[in-house]
Structure formats: C-alpha cells, structure tokens
C-alpha cells in the first residue's frame, strides 16, 4: 500500500535567526503585513523586526489588533490591513496566535469570503485551490509550533468554536526561531507552551496511523522539553535552553501532521468557555488522559508506545519506576503547574457541556483508542 508523508519548511535557528530572516527577504522586496498581538507591539518586541526592516529599507505595514484565542475579526481585520495596504507577503511575529491568524489572512487574499466555508472538518479544504502569498513565522513562544503547521486554528462569529483551517499551502515559507525573542517570556507562560509542545509530541506519537518520520521526530522533542523546559525556568535568559525549547515546539508540530488525540478535544472547551491557555489547558487534563490510557485493553505496540515516552521522560529526569501518567505528573508539578480544574473556575455542573464540546471537537479522532462521551466526562471528573 502507498502512503504518504511530507516534511517541509525552511527554518533558520539560533540567536541571530531575526537578522539572517531579514537579510533573506531583502532579495524579494514584498511589502510585508506584519501580524502582531498588542503586548508585543507595547513591549517593543516587534521592534526588533521594524528595526531590522527599517535599516534595510524595507517596506512594511503592522496589524496588532489579535487576540490570544484569535477571532473571525482579527482575520478579516487583517485582510482589510493586507488590501489596504498593498501588501504582498503576511509575517506571523508572536506567540500561535498572531501566526495562525496570518495564515487565515493569506488564505483569504485568494479566496472568497466567509472564512467558515474553509472549515476543515466540513471539506472546506477542497476549496482552497487559489494561490496563497508567501507566509513567514516569527514565533515569541515555544509551544504551539504553528510556524511549521498547515492549520491555523480560529474561534468563529457565529458557531463560538474553535475551527481548523488546513491545507499543505499554509505552511509558512520560512519560520525563524530566535531564542533572543522568547527570553523574555515569564516563567508561567514558559511552562505552559513547553507542556503544550510536550502535549503535541505524545498525542502524535500515540495517534494510530503510519507516519515512522513523526514518531521518531516527536520521541526527540519529547526529551527536549524533558531536559530544556527546566532549565529554561530555572533562568530565562539561558539562549541553549531557550533555542532547544524552540526546536522541540516545531518538532513537536512537525510530528502532529500524524494526528493529536483526546488531550487537545478536552483542552480545547476549557480555552473556549474558561479562558484557560491553551498550553495550561492540557497540562491540567494530561496525567488524568494518559491515566485513561493506561485502564484500557491495549494492544502490544500500544503498550510499548506508552513505556517508550515513560522512558524518555523517566530517563532524562532520572525518574524512579512508575506509570506514565505519574511520571507525567511529576514533571508538570516540577515545572510550577498545579492541578484541579476547580481554580480555573470550573465546576462538576459544567463537566455535562464540556464534555459535549470535547466530543464534538475532532482531535480525539486520532486518538490511541476511541473514547465516547461518557469517558470524556469521566477524565473532566478525574482532573477536577
Ligand atoms: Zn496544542
């Protein structure tokens, strides 16, 4: 049987990577839109791109109307800046946010509105055929790994979901991971995108399908946050652990083209409806997901997939023996994440519609095993 496999995206790494992007660029003189969120433009982060165009002579025109759960809005706002403004090539600067709303402006540019007809799980990506412009990554956190994906992920106006985007042509054409950027991104912030990276690796390495490039890749991003998250806590100014924790999050990004699993389905409610991040969100709902995990019937290579990560975490931590769900549980601990849905405001009355959501929500489709609705529910219960 034929099968299918992609492996893409040109990334410049290491302290410095802001530079060499903009030298790049200087040989195609596009007018770039430059997606921002409004913390990064405060801040003066996106100064340091600015700085660099503006030395260069290059024209530029910045958008920084996002938010952190993007929105509908901030996607059509930024067309409006794209036309407006004449650009020709969209530059994602900030966390996965400001990334995938680039990608959703650039798809926009070529194909008609509304967004929501491009929905993914509805086939909307049988209608993606025009050209894209070219895209560019400039992520701030080391998480979500967008800067190499081929989704971008955006709540909707009038479902209140939030709703996938995907198509190979909305891989950024160059992502640029320069630790110098992330230095400064505070230590609670730092955990939760390092656990989310954590996050995609496992679900890809658990999700069923044949993708051996993504196992092996998200094995290896896994012992990057194992080893580099805590350094990077332990002193944010540190470049290695800080370009290492960028690297894991694209590894682990890379990997997930193989599929997420139930961790994202039921992280994905509690962002919507509680405003938890992301990153957060499913550390909150890991040990008591891989608990899961562990009560079921499984399969040989199932079994050995679970011992493989327990390893990788267990040997990088010098870990005493143990499951992976506690191994698992420990290291969130470890890394100044406490547990309980309950601080985040939520209560055992809302575990009946979030588990709804959960279910509804397509990632679990890739899951190790099938899950219904009532073990949705029994895992909120658990992580409550
Ligand atoms: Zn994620």
């Known amino acids: 049987m034929v099968k299918t496999f992609h492996f893409p995206t040109e990334i410049l790494c290491g302290a410095g990577a802001l530079e060499a ?10 007018k770039l839109l430059i997606i921002t969120d409004p913390v990064l433009k405060e801040i003066g982060l996106v100064g340091r791109l600015t700085r660099e165009l503006d030395a260069k002579g290059l024209a530029y025109y910045i958008y920084s109307d996002t938010h952190s759960n993007p929105l509908e809005k901030d996607v059509e706002g930024g067309l409006r800046a794209y036309q407006d403004s004449d650009c020709e090539a969209i530059v994602g600067f900030g966390g996965g946010s400001p990334i995938d709303v680039a990608k959703a402006i650039a798809l926009l540019v070529n194909h008609p509105m509304p967004l929501a007809q491009y929905d993914d799980t509805l086939g909307g990506s ?5 050209v894209i412009p070219p895209i ?26 939030k709703t996938i ?18 230095t400064g991104l505070p230590p609670h912030l730092t955990a939760a995108t390092g656990i989310d990276a954590f996050t995609h690796s496992m679900e890809a390495f658990f999700a069923p399908g044949f993708h051996p490039m993504a196992d092996a890749i998200a094995l290896s991003s896994i012992e990057l946050v194992v080893e580099y998250l805590p350094l990077a806590l332990r002193d944010g100014g540190n470049l290695e652990a800080r370009e290492k924790m960028l690297i894991a999050a694209s590894m682990g990004a890379t990997a997930f083209q193989k599929g997420l699993g139930m961790i994202h389905s039921l992280s994905h409610p509690l962002s919507t409806h509680f405003d938890v991040h992301h990153g957060l969100a499913n550390a909150l709902m890991l040990p008591a997901s891989v608990a899961f995990l562990e ?3 499984l399969v040989t290579d199932q079994r050995r997939r679970l011992q493989k990560v327990g390893e990788r975490v267990a040997c990088r931590r010098g870990d005493p023996a143990g499951s992976l769900s506690g191994r698992c549980r420990r290291f969130i601990e470890d890394v100044g994440i406490e547990f309980g849905l309950a601080r985040h405001g939520v209560g055992r009355e809302d575990i009946a519609r979030l588990s709804i959501d959960a279910y509804a929500d ?11 609705l009532e073990d949705l529910e029994s895992i909120y ?4």
């Open 362 to 372: 397509p990632c679990h489709q890739t899951n190790m095993v099938p899950v219904s």
């Open 381 to 384: 219960e658990a992580a409550m």
């Open 295 to 297: 009560s079921r019937e």
């Open 136 to 161: 560019y990554a400039v992520p701030t956190t080391a998480g979500t790994g967008s800067e190499v994906g081929r989704s971008a992920v955006i709540t909707m106006r009038t479902s209140g979901k």
């Open 165 to 182: 985007f995907f198509h190979p042509a909305l891989i950024p054409a160059i992502a640029v991971l320069d630790p110098q950027l992330t």
């Open 126 to 130: 049988e209608r993606i055929s025009g």
């Open 21 to 30: 992007f903009v030298a790049r660029v200087e040989s195609r003189p596009e």
